[in-house]
Every structure is written in C-alpha cells, then in structure tokens.
C-alpha cells in the first residue's frame, strides 16, 4: 500500500501527480506482478508503464472543484494544527450547505472530509475582482469548443409531431421547435434528435422561428445541448412577423426584431454578457422576397424602387432591431453572424445592379447599406455603426432545391467577385427528386468548394423530418419520417399563434427498402458514423422505447392531437418512489394573484381558484412554472386556498399532474367564506355545501380512479374559522359557529368520498386556525391556535358543542377519519422557537394526532431568522417522536391587490414585463371573465428594507434549494432547467466594495454585513456624506446640484446599481454614515432607497436638517423653527423615513442644526447673541418631537443631536466657556430656562422636552484638530455634563498625515470602549472631496473624482436650486493629487484604523493607489455531488453570503479571534466553481498557470506511459514466452483496453 502524509498546503492536485502517485504504487506492484508473470521482468515494467496512465486518468473522480481565498487569513503562522483543524472545519461546512455526506468533500491529495488549505499569492493594485451581483447568471468557466461555421454541414430542423396535413385539423402546434416544451424530440432523455445528425456528420442546425414566435419556454437547454454536441444553430426569426400589422408598420420591423431578440435574451440566448456559445448566426427573414406578394406589400402606395422595398426595409429594419437589442442588453456579438435567406427565384435586385436567382438579394444589401434612404427608411443605429456590422457579419446566403452544379454556375466565383469577402451558402438545399447518390455526390463537392476558402461556407440541408403539416411536395425533404409509435410525450407547447398543448413523441423512420435512403447519403457525404442498418439508434422505430427516466402517456389519437391533460414537460426525473413523503412538510402557500396594486386597480378581483387551468400560465411548465420555482426553492408541498367550491367549472387536473411530476405535495383548501355566505350552509351547517364542492373536485381532476388524484395529500377544510363569531351570520356570537362549521363541512368531504366511491388513500384532512389568543368551545383550553385543536376533539365527543349538530356520516366514521386523518394546524407570524415551546407544553391531550403550521409569515424578521426557524421546524419535524410534522411559508408571491402588510409576506414581486395572459378567469363571486397578464418575478422586494427583503434566498438556504426563477425571471438571467451539466463560476465575495464583510467591534466579535442588523451606536466609526457630482470649483458656474444626497436622483452615486458609495464606506470599516440636508430642502423624492441600502449594509444613518433654513427670511421668524422643521419632520415621514410607527430602521441620529454658533453673525439675528443659536435649537427640537406625536411615530432607539464648532465660545448663560463645550451647557441653559431662548413658549410640554434630552441626546462637536488635544480639553470639564454622551460629529485631520489621522482615529475608538466613557466615537470628514467649494475644503475627502464617467444622476433641485437637470456620476479614486505624499493617504489611514480595505473596484477609477497587499488562504474542496444536485446548484450555494459567513464563523472558532493569523475582517473571495471534466480557466485554482503547467507536465508523463508502454510491447513481441504468461499477457492487455474505453467515453480535456 501507498500511503502519503496530509499536506495541508499543497497546490491543487495534477493528473502529473496523480501519474506520479500511480507509477510509484506500480512499482510497489512490481514483485507481486513478477510472480503473477513467471518472473519475466519485462511484463512487471509493462504493468507500471500501463497503469501510470490509466490511474492518472481515473483518479479524478469528483464532480466539481470549487476553490476560494479566505481574505485577511494569513496562512503562514497558522500552527499545523489549526492548518489541519481549519481543513476540516472547512469541509464540515461545505457539506452541510450541499447537503452531501463529509465523505464525498476530498482536499487535493484526495483525502476525504478535508480541504486544501494553502498560502494565496498577495494581491496588488492590478488584481481584479469580477463583480457578481445576487440573481446575476454565473459566467461560464469554459464553453465547449464550437466547430468553425465553414465547411459548413447544417440540417434544418422544423420537426413539428404531426401525421398528416394541418395535423389532422387539430391546429398547428407551436413552430418553435427550440422551447424546453420540444425537449423529449431533441434532448438526450428524449429521441434525441440533435444527436442524430451529430450521427449524420452534421456541425450544424438550422432553426426558423427561434424568435418572434412568442413561445414561453426555455430555450437555454437546446442550445446548451447543441453545444455539448458540437452543433452550431442558425437561428431563425418568425418571418410572418413582418406581414403583422401591429409589428411592422410600412414593413419597419426594427422594434419588432428587438423585442424579439431582447425576448430571446431572457429565454436562454444570451450567455453573461455574450450570445449563447451555441449561437452562430441570425437568419432575420427566409426568403423575404416572397413579401412582395404579400396583399400588406401591394396594398403600399407605389415606391420608387417597386414592391422591392418592402424585402429590403424589412431586412434592413431587421437588422437595425436586432443590433440595438444587443446594444441595449450589453451582449457582445463575439462570432455570431447575421443573413437572410433568399429564395432561388430569379429576380432584379432593387437597385438594377444585378439579376439572377438568390444574388438579386445580396445586392439588395450592399445598396441599401450604401443609402437607406434607398427604401425611405432611417436607422436608429448609426450608419457607420450598421455598416461595419455588416463589413464584419454579414453572410449572404439563398435556399435552393437545384442540383449544386447549377447553384454553383448561377453563382460562379466570377459574379460572386463583387461581394466577396462576404461569405455565402445555402441555408436550405432541397435535392427535391433527387437519388443518393447525386444528394451525396452535391454534399461532397459542396464540402470541397468550402474548404478551398472560396467565399463559400457550406450547406444545411432540407430538413431533418417530413413536414408532414405542410403536405404535397413538402413530405418530399425529410431525412426521416414518422413512425406509429409513440414513446413519449412532448410538454405543453405553444406560442402566440398555437394555443398550450402536449403532443405525442413519435419514433423516427428511415427510408423504406426501394426509396431513397437521404439521411444515408448525408451520412456518407459527412462521413457520418450513422447507417440505415443501425436500429438501434435512440429514438429510431423498432427497438426504440420510451426514455427509462421518464414516465410517458400514450395519447388516444392517431393524428397527432394534443393530449388536453397532460402538463408534463420537464426533461428532469420526478422523484422515485411516487410523491414525496407527508412529514417533515416544506411547504408554501400560493395564491398568486395577477395583480400589481391594491385591489386590483379598482377591477375586480380575478378568480382565487388557482388550481384552474386558465392560471396554467403563471404555474405550468410551458409558463412562468411557479410550481418548479417552488421545487427548486426545497419545497415538498404547496398550499392552497379556494381549490373547491368557487363553482369553477374548468381542468383543475393539469395543476396537480404538474405538481405530481414535480414531487409537490398539494395542500388543497375550501373556499372558507361560504360559511358565512347567506346563501350557503344554513346556520353554519356546511354539510351540503362541501359535499357538493367536493364532488364536483372529483368531477374537474381531483379524481384518479377509485382515489383522490395521488399528488394530493391533505384538504384543508376550513381556513382561521375561529374569526366567524365576529360575522353578521353568526348569531348569537360564539365559538358554536366555527365549531358546526367545521364538524359539518368534514361530514359533507366523507359523504363525497363514499358518494363517488373514492378511497381516503393517504389523504389527511385539516382546519387551520389563527394564533390569536382565544377559549375552546368547551372553555377547556386557552392558548392561540390550540384552542381549535381542543374544538374537534369537544365535538366529535359531543355534537352538542356544534349547535347540536346531527351528522349525516355515522358518527363513528367521523371519529375513525379524525384518528386515522386528521392534522391540526395553525397559522402564524411568530417565531418558531416561541410557537413550539407555546404549543408543545399543552400538546400531550391531542397526542398522537399531529400538527403542523399552515402559515409561517415570518412577518418583518431578516433572513437569517426566517431561515433559523424552517431549519428548526425541519429538525423538530425529523426528531423521532415528534408530533409536529413541518409547515408552510406564507407566501409564493406578494399580495400586492391586499396592499398594507400583507406586502411583507411574498417571497417574490411581480416585475413589469408581461409574459403571457391567463386564461378567462372568473367564478359564482366573480362573474366578470377576463383574462389578466402574466407578469414576470423577481426575487428582489424593493419595497422591504435590507435583510427583510431576502425571502426566498432564506427560503432556499433553509431547504437546500436554490432561487431560480427560469424564463420567469424578470432579469436577463437564462435558465438552465434541473437536469443540465453546467459549468459556472461564481464570486463569493468580489471587490471590497461588494464583500461579505465581517465589521470589527468590540471585544473582537464580528458581524456579517448584509443582514439587515443594524450595528450599536457606540463606536461610531461614521463617515460624513456630501458628494456633489462636480469637479471644478462653484461646479463651474453653472449652480448647485441639490445637497440632500438621500434622494434617490443620487442612487447612481450611494446604490447598490452605480458606484455604491455606501458599501464603499462599509468596506472602510464604517459603521455610520452623517448626512446634512436630508431634512428641509423641500425635495419630493424617494429617500427610502439609500436608507433601505445603508441597512442592507449596516450603516447607521445620522440625518441632518438644512441648517440654513433657520436664517431664511421666509422660514423660521426670529429663530423659531416649531413649524418648519415640524413640516420637514412630516414630510420626511412620507419620503422613507417612517416605517409603520417607528423610524426606518437605519435611522439612529437626527442633527437638528450644524454649527449653528454662527448664527450670531446673521443679519437676521438682531440683536447679535447666542440666544439666535438657541432658540433655534430649541424649536428645532420642539418640532421634531411635535411630528413624532402627530405622525404616531415612537422615538425607538434614534437620537438626536446638534452639532457645535470647534470655535472658543461662551455659553448662552455664561457658565461654560470653551470651544464646543459652550453648546453643550446651552441646550441644559434653555431647558432648565426657557428665557435664554428668548422666552421660547414650547408647544411640547417641556417635561417631555427634558425627558426626551435625558433619554435621546447626544452632544456633538466638529474639529479638525488631533484627538489627544480634543479630549483633553472636553473632557476635564465633562463631569457636568454626564451622563448625556457625546461625540465628534466632523473630524477633518486637515494637514495631518496618514499616521496621525490613524493614530487619531483608532484613540477615538479606543476611548469609545472604555467601560464608563461618555464618548462614543466620531465620524470622518468626508467621503469625497468637495471640489466645488475650493480652497482648503479640497484637503478633507477619502476619495477624489475622476475622468471616467459611470452614469448620470437623476434629476437634481430642490427649493434653493430650482434648475432641475442631471448631473455626471464619475469614477471615484485614491489619487489625491493636490496633497503631498502622506496626506494624500486619507482613505488608507480610515481603512488602517478601522480594520477595512480600501476599495477599489466598482465604481473607482482603474489605477487607485492601495494600502497594502493582503493576506490570502487558498482553499481547495473537490466535491461529488448528489443525484439531485446540478453543478449551478452547487454554485448557487456556495456564492450564498450565509456560506461566506458560516467559513468566517469556522476560521474564528479554529484560530481563536485574537489569532495573529487574522489580518483584518475576513470574507471568501475569489471563489469559483468548476466542472471537473472542464476545469476553470478564470479565478479559480484551475485556472492559474501553476495549475495550467501542471496540466502540461500530467499529459508528459501520461504520454511517457504510454510510450514506455509501446516499446515495452514491442520488446516482448520479440520473446519467446510461455504459454500461461502469454495469456495472462493477454489478459492484462483485455482489462487496460477496457479500462482505457471507458474513460474515452467520458468528455475531457485530459490526453
């Protein structure tokens, strides 16, 4: 045996080493191998020589590698046992979030339950940081190589599954063959046709109605597809676009080849920040010059140039479209290029220039490229800009069914001269009529021409399947034809003109004995391995069967109709076994209304039956797939609602075949407000009413058999009945009324099951109950929600608590389905950990019956504790005796028609793209059928603050899921369905800016950021924000952008979407950001975005008032300030800053006034005196508190504050004397006297003035000088004031060097935690530097503006600059130019005493001047995953901030927080995730040229093995052996051929 000794530190493991290892383990073989062998020592050496490569093959058996660097870790003074603990520590928690056994994480030397820990290189000012927002698409690590375009050998596929013409008069089914619903045609689980032409030689496909189409579904999964195979696609737009009348008006079709083309983007085109790697070109129309015919052509007044123009307006339009849908997106045009097809009929190009069959086309190009005028038409993309695109992309191209000889003469080279170096081909060649062996003859020479580098790429041949649609000679083209047999089932398919429909797979067939065998010619031509011979082809009749993976139906019709019932789609395996299991229940609630307003915008409410068939849109398959969403998500059930007794008389069947192929569990509830409806269940007996819903479920698919449709597992008979005592019906008021309604409406559901002979099956039943504080209806419990578990029991013992109810079900059967059915439920939005500990107490008298939560809101708590407790919900579920079983997340989507708080509750927004219509919606209650839009989601509920906000991410995280929305995702982000091998990288923590950072605080504990969590007051580590966008003094003369930087016209500047500043302070180290004019300037503008922000990154806010509104004539008379700062106190309140009856939550301090001692020298303050500066202070704060009351808004934890110069003043009564100081005694002076404020009469009783600045006040004083001489003049004197608190509000350092400004800095912090000290830190002055008041207020900023410009503001005015106009978002930088050498070092000094880094990616200049290299530990986990877990699953996990945390948590529990080896706060960065087959060529360790020369060396010494191995053979061919060492020669030989198969089976870059 080998064994080696764990090295901690190794680079990442070779297949050198690996080779290495083997050969060292052959030799070690070596002397049991020579006796094996008769002792012959050549066959000893043959055996190392042979295994070295073999096992250096094989050794690579994980799925992925993922690598990351822990930033500030400094590996080299870990001790080797931390190094070792850390490995493991690391391990445990990459297990944990991908839920796979410890055993399946190996570090690089292949040790299991480890991973590699190493020193990362340090990083420089050139390391560069790929910024990837949450919901962003991860980049892919490596595409497949795609084959050149030329020789080009393509197929066009139109494979629609119909037998006869117009598919049997069922109406088309959806030409775009590419959408997700296709993929048991062309998937691998499927018949897998993309693969059968790769069997036919093919390097291409062409596609025809890929865009413009209006398909819903995928189309990521057929190019990644193609891709795997080496397919390029030609993928075509809908030509029939250009004849609609509301797409292409005169023939311009630019907007409509731009929507489309942005609509492909988001199906699955666009791949980051490029086309799909699979795309090769655009065909914009197929033969356009057939519109000419059209009756919309001829019915245009006559042009100059004929009905010509019309193919070419539309062509150019087109083109225009699609360059600006690109521009638009940010997708990049890498090596796609663009065509039309022309038909090969002879025509005159528009200009005269040319004639002929297909050239006239491609004239038609270059002069419309020369004028567009030439078709009256004026692009919205440059000139210049279209016609480089076409000088760069353009392929001229022409369809054909004429023998290549004549194609070739009609367009020789010679006439071809003139366009050349635009290359050309056939899009379509027909051979209509033709033999083999001419078909294959053309092929060849066709092949020939492209490679002679002609001008001509090559072919796509006329067409993979019959187009038995289209009839007559169109069934002439097909390389295969339709079998009989169905063997499978395609999904719901369907587009804007073909209505949702699945239809059945058919098997393919090869020609027939004495026909022409076409795909054999191909094949022959291409040098295809496929052959007429071979029946066993995946997909081919005969042998061909249904894909083992998939259940398939068999439709009744031989014509190809739809199956109306079936909703299957997904190429992915449901779970084994039938539906998931009852317990622990993961489930969500979902009644995902199509509205985006309160009420629905004053329409009416759609029908709440969601289980219809008219809302297959927002939850099918072929539509938004809300129920896949869910999967994904972790969830094992969905709950419902209104499923029965709306009287909807639609399928509800394809909502639970969907959820049964999905593995949900469906929840099904009753519509609850018939029982009080008048004219249902008389006196709350329900019995009729329930039973008639019920029957009429069965009726509409709840049925399968003899049993209940098998995804059903509970029927929620009433929801939070316990509010009927409160209804007008319920007379006399009390609990009779829930309790009758409930005892009847179970006695109506099993009347129903023996009325329809259905079987209980493992159906339970249930009634949710609020968790309101209420009495059983025996008055034998008391307690929220279990007073209803108490009422089943009270009256399944006694009817007479249900109003002497008399059951129509014997009453033992009714007590018989209560034991063996029943589940009691509650909702609620508490905690879990108080929910379980209230309801488990009592719980042992309903014991065993079990419960669960239908509801969980988790209404207002941040991510991590609606994660805490589904994560403690599921393990008190799994523990063994528990009666709970699991519960709901309420809810799918936001309820945005109930407005309110019932906005908190939604996992996901509706966004504002419409994707599709529901089908007609109504019910007995809403009569008024419509249809509504189908509105794409979002993950991001901009309307909550920070942490709130990340629902569904806690969702996800809780349940091992990931948030992957598919095509319903309002973001550019493509889909890639469960199933598909990916390969993707993704950024743990990216630039400084954008990290998960763990902020220093005292006695070294960290806090993640990002959590919603607000930071304590004390220390403040604030930094001052006034960064007006201008660079040059005055902002150039050309007047004030508005100084109140909260409004959201400023987002570019603070938000997470421009140059995010306010993560920029946060990387720094801050914990606080001060404000001056958010209050008072009249703006009437969003300020919740930067507060929502600066919690989300945990800044507390300290917002200022417009001092300078206290010295306005129009504002505040003689220093009175009640009502203005009352008014701007209000008005704020309606702006953001008030959050139900508190404060936002990142409010922590108001400024009422700044350095308002100056106040003396305004002309308005007559006489001159302090009493100026106080009286204002004191209405000031009169005002706010008055605001406060009237808004109904509590005080919570905010301060308030003015802050003082640093100027030597005395106090307004003459007591204090001293810089600063004096404003301190002033505020005491005015409340024990309000004469000093100029008999100031408070509208406030001053009892709760005193009281609020007993409680709330924080003195606050501004300096520039050092902190040493600032707290020894403050402090001496303090005594008097203790114990208000006090702090810096500016610290300029103005003139001072870095070293002072840190040392400053970090004594401010010092002091703040000293157990006792009143002061509790200070805030930076300031961000940026403040170009436009000059002088010696340039010397204060972190950071400079410069020449790079990231955008625009919004619109920018307020009251005293009334000129509204946006304003340049430059690029921020270090390079403080105008200061000499360590005064320029501003920001490096915050970032040193603070424990941050200086920022330097998004939105910083490139060249930003660093502090230092940082210290870096690689890690390195190779990873197998699970059945069930994708590769971009994995990455999701990993790229999660809770991850990135949990590793820090882990680092700190191993080395200790005071660890000298932790060199700052830590964060992952750097973390990428690869496919082992295609290793990471970007940040990852995969990708580094270590790695990359290790490969180099594994593919020598795997080639030397070989070699060694040649000649080895040769030297015993020369032997005479014995016989049984021959033959066990032999043998070995066998077993290295086979071994060597199988690993050539498997794709790899590995030699």
């Not at 590996?75 to 490995?87: C, K, W």
């Not at 269940?681 to 019920?694: I, L």
Request: aromatic share 8%.
């Amino acid at each position: 045996a080998v064994t080696a000794t764990p090295t901690v530190d190794a680079p990442p493991r070779s297949k050198a080493a690996a080779a290495l290892g083997t050969i060292a383990m052959s030799i070690s073989l070596g002397s049991r191998a020579k006796e094996m062998i008769g002792g012959f020592p050549f066959a000893s050496m043959l055996l190392c020589a042979w295994t070295a490569p073999i096992a250096a093959q094989a050794g690579e058996v994980s799925d992925l590698v993922w690598t990351a660097e822990m930033r500030n870790l400094k590996f080299d003074t870990l001790t080797e046992v931390q190094a070792v603990n850390l490995s493991v520590a690391y391990a445990e928690g990459i297990a944990r979030v991908l839920g796979v056994p410890l055993a399946d994480i190996a570090d690089s030397e292949g040790h299991s339950g480890r991973v590699s820990v190493s020193a990362a290189p340090s990083m420089d000012s050139t390391t560069r940081h790929l910024d990837v927002k949450p919901g962003d698409k991860t980049p892919s690590v490596t595409e497949k190589n795609m084959p050149p375009l030329a020789p080009l050998q393509g197929v066009a596929y139109s494979a629609l599954p119909c037998l006869d013409r117009m598919c049997g008069n069922h109406g088309l089914p959806s030409k775009d063959v590419a959408q997700i619903g296709y993929a048991m045609q062309w998937g691998p689980q499927g018949r897998d046709d993309l693969a059968l032409m790769k069997s036919l030689g093919a390097n291409s496909v062409r596609l025809y109605h890929s865009f413009g189409q209006g398909a819903l579904g995928d189309h990521g999964a057929f190019l990644d597809h193609a891709q795997s195979l080496g397919l390029n696609t030609i993928s075509g737009y809908n030509t029939d676009m250009s004849l609609e009348a509301d797409k292409c008006m005169e023939f311009d079709c630019f907007d409509a080849w731009k929507a489309a083309t942005l609509k492909g983007f988001n199906a699955g085109f666009k791949s980051g920040k490029a086309w799909h790697p699979a795309v090769a070109v655009l065909v914009l129309l197929n033969e356009p010059d057939n519109l000419e015919n059209s009756e919309k052509c001829k019915a245009l007044k006559t042009h100059e140039f004929g009905v010509a123009h019309c193919r070419v307006k539309a062509v150019l339009s087109a083109m225009d479209g699609v360059l600006a849908a690109e521009k638009q997106a940010g997708v990049d045009r890498g090596r796609v290029r663009i065509t039309a097809s022309w038909s090969f009929a002879v025509r005159k190009s528009i200009d005269d220039e040319v004639t002929g069959p297909g050239i006239y086309g491609f004239q038609d190009m270059v002069a419309a490229m020369a004028d567009p005028g030439l078709v009256s038409y004026t692009p919205r993309t440059p000139v210049e800009e279209l016609q480089e695109a076409f000088k760069e992309r353009w392929v001229n191209s022409v369809n054909t069914r004429s023998p290549w000889k004549f194609v070739h003469d009609v367009i020789s080279q010679e006439k071809y001269s003139k366009f050349l170096p635009t290359p050309w081909f056939i899009g379509e060649y027909g051979a209509l009529g033709k033999p083999a062996d001419i078909i294959e003859e053309d092929l060849q020479s066709m092949k020939q021409v492209a490679e002679e580098e002609t001008g001509f790429l090559g072919v796509v041949f006329q067409q993979f399947q019959t187009a038995n649609e289209k009839g007559g000679t169109e069934n002439k083209f097909g390389l295969f034809s339709l079998g009989e047999q169905e063997i499978a089932e395609t999904g719901r398919v369907c587009d804007d003109s073909s209505p949702c429909a699945a239809w059945p797979v058919r098997c393919l067939k090869i020609a027939q004995p004495g026909k022409v065998d076409r795909a054999a010619a191909v094949a022959s031509a291409w040098e295809g391995s496929f052959s007429s011979a071979n029946g066993e082809a995946q997909g081919l009749c005969g042998e061909a069967m249904a894909p083992p993976s998939k259940t398939t139906t068999t439709s009744a019709s031989s014509a190809g109709a739809p199956t109306p019932s079936s909703t299957q789609v997904e190429v992915w395996t449901p779970p084994a076994g039938g539906p998931p299991p009852l317990d622990p229940i993961r489930g969500i609630a979902y009644g995902a209304l199509p509205c985006t307003e309160h009420a629905c915008g004053g329409q009416g409410l759609p029908s709440e039956d969601m289980l219809q068939v008219s809302y297959e849109g927002q939850w099918g398959a072929a539509g938004r797939d809300d129920l896949g969403t869910m999967r994904r998500l972790g969830a094992n059930a969905v709950r419902l609602y209104h499923s029965f007794g709306l009287d909807v008389d639609r399928d509800h069947q394809g909502f639970l075949d969907r959820a049964d192929a999905v593995g949900l569990n469906v929840f099904a509830g009753y519509h609850t407000e018939n029982a009080n409806d008048p004219a249902e269940c008389p006196e709350y007996d329900c019995f009729d009413t329930w039973k008639a819903a019920t029957l009429q479920g069965f009726k509409l698919g709840f049925q399968r058999g003899s049993e209940w449709h098998p995804a059903v597992a509970m029927l929620i008979l009433l929801n939070e009945p316990d509010f009927f005592e409160s209804a007008p019906k319920c007379v006399p008021s009390g609990a009779w009324c829930r309790t009758k309604a409930m005892l009847s409406a179970l006695d109506g559901v099993l009347a129903a099951e023996k009325e329809a002979g259905v079987s209980a099956g493992r159906v339970k039943l249930t009634v949710t109950w609020s968790f309101a504080m209420r009495a059983s209806v025996d008055g034998k419990v008391n307690g929220p929600g279990i007073f209803g578990f108490q009422d089943i029991v009270a009256a399944l013992d006694d009817p007479t608590w249900a109003k002497d109810y008399e059951s129509r079900t014997p009453m033992h059967e009714m007590r018989e389905a209560f034991r063996t059915r029943w589940v009691h439920g509650l909702n609620t939005q508490s905690p879990w950990d108080f929910v379980n500990e209230l309801i488990t107490k009592d719980y042992a008298q309903f014991a065993p019956i079990p419960w669960f939560i239908g509801e969980y809101g988790g209404n207002g708590q941040p991510e991590a504790q609606i994660r805490k407790d589904l994560e403690g919900m599921q393990s008190t579920a799994e523990m063994e005796g528990s009666n709970f079983i699991g519960g709901a997340m309420f809810q799918f989507q936001t309820t945005y028609w109930k407005g309110g708080s019932e906005m908190n509750f939604g996992l996901f927004s509706l966004g504002d793209r419409k994707i599709s219509e529901t089908g007609p919606l109504c019910d007995k209650y809403n009569q008024n059928c419509r249809a509504w839009p189908i509105w794409c989601l979002s993950s991001e509920l901009s309307f909550l603050p920070g942490a709130l906000a990340l629902r569904a991410q806690a969702v996800a995280g809780a349940w091992g899921g990931s948030v992957s929305l598919g095509p319903a995702s309002c973001d550019s982000e493509p889909w890639t369905p469960p199933g598909k091998t990916t390969m993707a990288t993704t950024t743990v923590a990216t630039t400084f800016a954008t990290a998960t950072r763990a902020t220093t605080r005292p006695h070294g504990t960290t806090r993640p950021r990002g959590n919603g969590e607000m930071p304590p007051l004390s220390p403040i580590r604030g930094i001052a924000y006034g960064a007006l966008p201008c660079t040059t003094h005055a902002c150039g003369g050309r007047g004030l952008p508005s100084e109140d930087m909260l409004q959201d016209s400023y987002e570019m500047q603070w938000g997470p979407e421009g140059r995010d500043d306010l993560n920029s302070m946060a990387a720094l180290g801050a914990t606080a950001v001060r404000l001056y004019h958010s209050f008072g300037l009249g703006v009437d503008r969003d300020h919740q975005g930067f507060l929502d922000h600066a919690q989300s990154v945990g800044m507390n806010v300290f917002a200022g008032y417009h001092t300078e509104n206290a010295n306005d004539p129009a504002e505040c008379p003689e220093y009175d300030c009640f009502d203005t700062w009352k008014a701007a106190t209000l008005q704020g309140f309606k702006l953001g800053f008030q959050r139900g009856s508190e404060w936002h939550p990142a409010v922590a301090m108001l400024i009422l006034l700044n350095e308002p001692d100056f106040f003396e020298s305004a002309p308005k303050c007559v006489p001159s005196g302090a009493w100026c500066r106080t009286k204002a202070m004191l209405s000031a704060l009169d005002g706010v508190l008055a605001a406060e009351k009237e808004a109904g808004v509590s005080a919570g934890r905010v301060k308030l504050t003015v802050t003082w110069s640093f100027a030597m003043r005395a106090s307004v009564d003459g007591k204090v004397n001293g810089p600063g100081i004096f404003g301190f005694q002033d505020i005491v002076a005015a409340l024990d006297d309000p004469t000093w404020a100029k008999d100031y009469e408070s509208r406030t009783p001053m009892h709760e003035m005193r009281e609020a600045f007993r409680t709330r006040w924080v003195h606050g004083l501004n300096t520039q000088s050092p902190w040493d001489f600032v707290n020894e003049l403050i402090t001496k004197d303090y005594a008097q004031f203790a114990p208000i608190p006090w702090f810096i509000g500016e610290y300029g350092g103005n003139g001072q060097p870095e070293a002072q400004i840190r040392k400053d800095l970090e004594g401010m912090q010092s002091t703040a935690e000293m157990e006792g000290s009143n002061f509790i830190g200070g805030a930076m002055f300031q961000f940026q530097t403040t170009y436009w008041k000059g002088g010696s207020e340039m010397n204060f900023g972190l950071f400079g503006l410069g020449d790079v410009l990231l955008g625009e503001t919004g619109p920018l005015c307020d009251k005293y600059n009334p000129d509204c106009r946006t304003w340049p978002v430059h690029c921020l930088n270090t390079d403080l130019n105008f200061l000499p050498g360590a005064l320029a070092l501003r920001a490096q000094a915050v970032a040193g005493a603070w424990g941050g880094v200086v920022p330097d990616g998004k939105g910083f200049c490139s060249g930003s001047r660093r502090l230092s290299n940082v210290h870096s530990a690689r890690l390195i986990a190779h990873v197998r995953l699970g059945n069930d877990l994708t590769i971009e699953d994995a990455a999701a996990r990993l790229s999660n901030d809770s991850f990135s945390s949990d590793l820090v948590a882990r680092t700190i529990a191993v080395v200790g927080s005071g660890s000298p080896a932790i060199d700052g706060p830590m964060s992952l960065h750097a973390s990428s995730v690869a496919d082992q087959d295609h290793p990471s060529t970007g940040s990852g360790a995969q990708g580094t040229p270590e790695a990359q020369a290790a490969d180099g060396q594994s593919d020598f010494w795997i080639l030397l093995g070989g070699v060694a191995g040649l000649l080895l053979i040769g030297i015993v061919a020369t032997v005479v052996l014995r016989t049984i060492a021959k033959r066990k020669a032999r043998a070995l030989s066998s077993n290295r051929q086979e071994s060597m198969s199988d690993e050539q089976k498997e794709p790899s870059s590995q030699v």
